[in-house]
């Protein structure tokens, strides 16, 4: 009966070896397919909400440099076309705008810095307006001038924005995201090309065919088109070999953003993954061996144990790669900051609990001073230091129990637990001289000192979500910023929020 028992107990436990390892990766798998695909939909957010702030931007230089422009144009002896083209080729930003002349009377070119109008323009005007994201047109005399900044322009400044952003993004566990440009939906040789792809940083600009197949012979960018072209987005697998020679699979998340023409997508290899795998089984190998030499004497009490080691291994590896993908999840990439998605989880907790009788945490915006402007003169790199730097400072000031969160762009999000009203005011003086702290030194020598516009604010009883709290903290941050910016104002207690106050329409300076 002994010998019986083994033999069974022996398939019996290989059986269990064989499940648990194929639950072990289906658990990892699942996990890590969610992680892909959060992820590549939080980059499409970021694509739009550029584009979106970009062009608000844009909208707000044309506004500001207008009255000057047609002022120089009225007032200028030598042609107002050559002092325009003057004033634009002397600024900073000036590869960003698109300036033309033409005469109102023949529609004679005179200039034309894209070489929109073309050697015979047809007076077009309105045709012409729907190439750029933000135009002035007036005349002087006889001259028609034309300036702004064109569509083609705002989006190959969003693309090389978001190109840096999944060039020097890292990530754990073997991913990594790309983007393709498609040239052709229907497939075929030459359908696609690769714009950016960080672990294969040489083959940008390769052109793709439907008709590559993986090691195993698949056909998978012909199956990630038709899953586009049928529902926007994709999921599978292929194989490849690593930089070990080793063939192993690789799990990708895609998604199509026509505006762009773009299959933005992230792949992971799933080698490491197979490899903890088959460490935990090997593991778990060697403990039924011995259990099967002993189990004749106390089976009962062997098999119980089995049961309770296999359940433990498994929640272990779980939590583990959960915990791996939770920190990735809620620390914003660049800042380390929390991110906002988790910071909204945190939100709507302490308002939850505020809904429940505890006090009211302090709800703090705060916005970097003129990051725009640094961005546009210094470059985006600078932009990112700067953020980094502050948010390495205003940690400094923060307790275990508060949040910071990069709510988006330079603004941030502060959630203060327990403060009374003398601790909110300590709280908000301490972060304006972290703010005041941070120093940027630029590649030409050029120190930028920083400074913030901050308000805030706390629940009220009336209050229906989080976002009223948040809403309050913008009315205080709005006082801030006209009232001249690097000054912070906290809402009284149960303030009545003004729907007139909204800190974005405040054009940044």
Known sequence: MTIAILALLHQAFARIRMLYKEQLYA?????????????????VEDIKTEREVRTEEYEDQLENCMEHVRLIAVESESGPEKVVKEYFESRPDRANWTYMAYSKETNDVIYDSAGFLGDAWDGNAESLKNSFVSVDFFSV??????????????????KNSIRRKVMYNSF???????I????NYDGGKNYASRYVNPEESNTEGRLLSTDEKDTN???????????????GSANYTYSKKNSSG?????????????????????????????????SSNAQIEQYTIKFEIVVALIFIILLAF???????????????ITLRLKKQVERDALTKATSRQYGEDVLRRVFEAYKKGKPSPAIMLLDVDHFKEINDTYGHDVGDVVLKRVVTSLYHTFRKSDYLIRWGGDEFVGVYLGLDEDGVYQVARKVMDAVHEVKVTTDDGTELFMTASVGIAGFAPTDKDYTDGLRRADNMLY?????????????????VIDENKNSDSIARG
Do not use: C
């Open 306 to 320: 089995m049961v309770i080691m296999t359940v433990r291994s498994d929640r272990e590896f779980t939590e583990g």
């Open 479 to 495: 006082d801030s910023k006209a009232g001249g910016r690097n000054q912070f104002h906290i809402a009284e207690k149960d303030a």
């Open 180 to 183: 393709n440009e498609v040239r």
């Open 246 to 278: 080793i063939i192993s699979p690789r799990l990708v998340y895609s998604t199509l953003f026509k505006d762009y023409n773009w299959i933005v997508g992230m792949e992971s290899d799933m080698g490491d993954i197979t490899v903890y795998v088959d």
């Open 172 to 178: 754990e566990g073997n991913s990594w995201m790309w």
């Open 217 to 231: 012979g698949k056909e998978y960018l012909r199956e990630e088109l038709e899953s586009l072209n049928a529902g």
């Open 27 to 43: 658990n990892a798998r699942e996990l890590r397919e969610n992680f892909l695909e959060n992820t590549v939909n939080n980059l």
């Open 141 to 158: 005399g006889n001259v028609t001038i034309i300036y702004g900044i064109t569509k083609e322009t705002l989006d190959e400044i969003v």
